[in-house]
């Protein structure tokens, strides 16, 4: 059994023979590539769902299971670590896995999860009649971590199908394009949470993102396939005459490249300590706007939902105006686009909590989008196109699980940090740290200013 699971998670072979007549090349290409895209496009979208639906129904769960805000700082820093750490393991597998098995496993996985998390009181009963008392928020932690370590099995087979499948010179707006599924998910979960939360079903918040993931994983099985080579294609860089910034490392063992590619590399290290201010600011105002707008301004619960879906939703065109923009005027670099969307962030999360208020929905909403828009552009660049263009493509899953491990510490610090700082200064202090954050992020990143006009000053 475990030598099938072993085999069924290896890379898929290369087609016994490779495509000559160019014409098929290129039209099998143009296939496999959009189905690639969207097939992870609408999985990463899913994987969303079934981790940021907890978010949006803090409240209720305050109500229902007894939880104060500490408690859900908690639960919220369990899932960070779990993804954290797991991120970076996830990204050394799929570097030596396929695409494919990673991505629908993780997602089947996390969705299980979601269909027993409503039902946690009951399962803290049954445990309590073999005289075993554990705190219902130890269940809902654990739960909840274990729903972190499938979720890190969503992106790193995504970084390493981007970049097997998409061409340096168009990888940065590729990127960015498909980094939007992130934020398609949460806005669309919090659309669906809002008319759920109208009728106070916020179980179904978590039964039916679960039942879609489930659905979805199976197809992706079907649906996508591992790197061109195996379905009979040039690898992409010979297909498109487009060099890797790093090339390859012949010779080397796969420990090999990832200490000099990953471990050694104090470029990656800059971009990843970057990450943790830049995921601090993201889910400082994510997850805890919900509970400041009911808290703090006054909203109704589903009010402060439906203003709040605009930041993930604006965080799509967000990300992608930073790609293009950064392969339009700088040449794929992503260093000038970083900081100029930073600057203009710390200025929206001041304007955001000093204006927000159930007077001001229209203000509230769109500063919110404004902090979707511009967090987006940092978080895909840092994390994703410059992390694939100062490493080797045989490394980039565990680079970009390297960075976002780092990322996931910064969410780990803006769920209990966050909850610390609001108990003990306000969510004056909560929006003044974000701000900081945005400058420390601005200072790591501008380290890698010259390194990226030389991309391989460091081989």
């Not at 063992?253 to 995921?279: C, G, M």
Request: with cysteine; proline share 4%.
């Amino acid at each position: 059994m475990l030598s099938k699971f072993i085999n069924w998670m290896k890379p898929l072979k290369d087609a016994d023979q490779r495509l000559t007549d160019e014409k098929v090349i290129k039209r099998t290409y143009t296939m496999w590539r959009i189905k690639m895209f969207f097939g992870m496009y609408f999985g990463y979208a899913l994987f969303y769902f079934t981790r940021k639906n907890l978010d949006f129904v803090k409240p209720a769960l305050k109500d229902n299971f007894g939880f104060d805000v500490i408690q859900l700082g908690i639960i919220g820093t369990t899932i960070y670590a779990t993804y954290g750490v797991g991120k970076f393991l996830s990204g050394v597998m799929a570097d030596k896995c396929n695409i494919r098995s990673v991505m629908a496993l993780g997602l089947f996985c996390s969705s299980l999860v979601n269909l027993a998390f409503p039902f946690l009181p009951d399962l803290q009963a049954w445990v309590a009649k073999t005289h075993m008392t554990i705190p219902l928020v130890g269940f809902a932690a654990f739960a909840w971590g274990l729903n972190g370590i499938f979720q890190s099995m969503g992106f790193p087979p995504v970084a390493k199908g981007l970049v097997y499948w998409f061409s340096p010179s168009e990888r940065a707006t590729k990127w960015t394009l498909w980094s939007s599924s992130h934020t398609f998910g949460a806005f669309f979960v919090g659309v669906l949470i809002t008319y759920l939360l109208k009728f106070d079903l916020w179980r179904m918040a978590f039964i039916i993102p679960a039942i879609m993931g489930i659905c979805y994983s199976i197809f992706l099985l079907f649906f996508l396939t591992d790197k061109p080579t195996t379905v009979g294609l040039p690898p992409i860089d010979e297909y498109k005459n487009d060099p890797m910034p790093i090339k390859k490392d012949t010779g080397l063992t796969h420990w090999q490249v990832l200490k000099k590619h990953v471990f050694a590399n104090p470029f990656l290290w800059a971009l990843a300590l970057s990450y943790v201010f830049v995921y601090y600011v993201r889910f400082a105002t994510l997850d805890w706007g919900t509970l400041f707008l009911v808290e703090d301004r006054g909203f109704a619960q589903d009010a402060a939902v439906s203003a709040l879906k605009w930041m993930p939703f604006l965080g799509m065109p967000g990300g992608i105006v930073a790609g293009y923009l950064a392969d339009k005027f700088f040449q794929g670099r992503c260093t000038q686009m970083n900081l100029i969307y930073l600057a203009i962030l710390a200025a929206s999360c001041w304007g955001f909590y000093k204006i927000a208020g159930t007077d001001a929905f229209f203000w509230t909403s769109l500063l919110a989008a404004f902090i979707g828009f511009f967090v987006d552009g940092p978080q895909n660049l840092a994390g994703g196109v410059q992390t694939s263009r100062i490493v080797t493509q045989e490394s980039v899953s565990a680079a970009c699980g390297f960075t976002g491990m780092f990322g996931y510490f910064g969410a780990m610090l803006s769920s209990s940090g966050a909850a610390f700082i609001s108990k003990h200064y306000g969510w004056q202090g909560v929006f003044i740290s974000c701000i900081i954050a945005c400058f420390i992020a601005g200072i790591l990143i501008s380290i890698t200013w010259k390194k990226e006009a030389a991309p391989d000053a460091h081989k």
